[in-house]
């Protein structure tokens, strides 16, 4: 007779829903398309990845998120080589053991943004006026002054300086994945996880970057170093608090730009349900020809009336025009939704377009559900509190 044991039933039952794919262990997902979806004329730069993870055992919902494992550029690092003045060859050890400079540089350090430790070192080590000024002043200086910069940069602001590898690499961050929102379904893409990655570019100009161009080291990894048949490294983060509501739900979303890409995964999943909840989507583009992510598929749901859709196009008349401007437009309709049961979804940027869209939401409350000032911002609180308004801003 086998005598059980609770602490051992335990470990194994905690081992089992411990998810086979992390960070630590990202799972080698192989690219099947990698497509521009933004015209090549337009300002933005915007992408459609399909990704391979049939046989993986990854598991997502709609509003989940998927972690991508960069690579750096090879054309910084080996600048930074350079700079540094030893072969790309040399062996380091660090937190992940013996391996050469170079890899260490691609995998695993942050190196196409400015590193907080490298600009400390920089004001109070080495004396460097500039830096030391900067984290003195307003922290707006700062991130102003380093949007586009990167530690080549920084390492150049100090020509006498030359560190070792391993003193370089002290003053790094660890190179850390990037999250996107996942813009597939799982009843309708199986076998598949999309995502729709918008490119990070700094380019070179004659007052600025010393005509050195700059950029995200994953958006630029997937865009021009990852082509269909490469693997990407990948893992799935739940979005507990980003799920669509029960099939008969109406639902509002709102998603300017790269903020489409959950609630697509939301409309080809609520077009697999038999539920009778309405959707109802505020995008946001520059240029309808240039910028409408998604357009074919958007108004063919239009079109079989499976979406009401609204979009902003900012750029197509004098006078910009974006979604909460829409929403405005739109407002005693918008609440009676609201107040029917509607569950409102806001993605993308979390600085000026949510803030936007929540105070066009309160301005319809207080307008259309005679309420006060005081009254319209304690309903959405309830409204979020109740988890009518979700937001996944970023």
């Not at 009843?187 to 700059?214: K, Q």
């Amino acid at each position: 007779m086998t005598t059980a044991n609770p602490t051992r039933e335990r470990t194994a039952t905690r081992a089992a829903k411990r998810p086979r794919w992390s960070r630590r262990n990202p799972y080698p997902a192989t690219v099947v398309a990698n497509n521009l979806l933004t015209a090549v004329e337009s300002e933005k730069e915007v992408r459609h990845l399909v990704l391979d993870i049939d046989g993986s055992g990854l598991e997502y919902e709609p509003g989940d998120a998927v972690n991508v494992t960069p690579a750096n550029e090879p054309a910084l690092v080996a600048a930074i080589i350079e700079r540094l003045g030893v072969p790309g060859e040399t062996i380091i050890e660090d937190r992940k053991g013996e391996r050469t400079l170079t890899n260490a540089l691609t995998h695993g350090f942050e190196i196409t943004s400015t590193s907080p430790y490298l600009l400390e070192h920089l004001a109070t080590a080495r004396g460097v006026t500039v830096i030391a000024d900067l984290l003195a002043a307003d922290r707006s200086e700062l991130d102003a002054w380093s949007r586009g910069r990167d530690v080549l940069d920084l390492l150049n602001l100090d020509p006498s300086w030359s560190p070792t590898p391993e003193a370089f690499l002290a003053e790094l961050r660890p190179l850390a994945a990037r999250t996107y929102s996942i813009s597939s379904a799982p009843s309708v893409h199986s076998g598949t996880l999309h995502l729709t990655p918008a490119t990070v570019r700094h380019r070179a100009t004659e007052a600025w970057g010393n005509g050195r161009d700059r950029g995200g080291a994953a958006s630029t990894y997937l865009a021009d170093r990852v082509e269909p048949g490469d693997t990407v490294g990948i893992y799935v983060t739940p979005n507990k608090s980003f799920r669509l509501p029960e099939p008969d739900t109406d639902i509002i979303m709102v998603g300017p730009g790269t903020g489409i890409a959950p609630f697509r995964s939301f409309l080809y999943e609520r077009s697999n349900d038999e539920g009778n909840g309405r959707n109802w989507l505020f995008h946001g583009a520059r240029r309808q020809d240039q910028d409408f992510l998604y357009r074919d598929e958007m108004w063919a749901m239009e079109a079989d009336g499976n979406l009401r859709l609204d979009v902003a196009f900012s750029r197509e008349q004098e006078e910009k025009v974006y979604v909460s401007h829409l929403m405005d437009g739109k407002g005693e309709e918008l609440y009676s939704w609201i107040r029917d049961g509607a569950v409102v979804y806001v993605c993308g940027d979390a600085n000026r377009m949510a803030h936007d869209v929540e105070q066009t939401l309160m301005t319809i409350i207080r307008e259309y559900g005679d309420f006060d000032e005081a009254g319209a911002r304690a309903e959405v609180e309830r409204l979020r509190e109740a988890g009518q308004y979700r937001r996944d801003v970023y």
